[in-house]
């Protein structure tokens, strides 16, 4: 069986942890029945980012990712191209060393914010002060303006 090794995250596995997968299960899949609550908000069918991980180890065995994939890659904050989605990542033969990452960007609907259950996992809630008659900002450029200004404060350090 394949291992998966999981570096140290500080709430999910904070002294890492080894897994074996089945082969033909994902990446998510193996961490989850395996007790490591990696985040799955779409629940695994590829319509979010949550699942997210970086590939340490293992990367150019993987097969590419398909255009759905990449596209929704394309939006989550701050990847390299050996950033996948782990619900997206069946495994094979290949051992991996994965890092999960320390952060999510998760922006609420336009007319409904968050819903309750996200605000209550959120370490950190935010909002984009404004001025005049507007409920909120198209959820895009809410979106964009998050993630600027968070690529702009991690340059700044
Ligand atoms: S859980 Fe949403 S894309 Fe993987």
Known sequence: MPKIVFLPHHEICPEGAVVEAKKGESICDAALRNGLDIEHACEM????????VHI?????????????EEDFLDKAWGVDPDWLLSCQVIM??????????KYAIVVGTESSSLSKSWMIKSDKLISIPMRGKMDSLNLSVSAAIVIFEGLKQRNDN
């Open 56 to 68: 340490r180890e293992g990367f150019a065995e993987l097969p590419e990712s398909d255009e759905l």
């Open 45 to 52: 069918s590829c319509a979010c980012t949550t699942c997210h």
């Open 92 to 101: 094979e033969e290949q051992d991996l060393v994965v890092e999960i990452p």
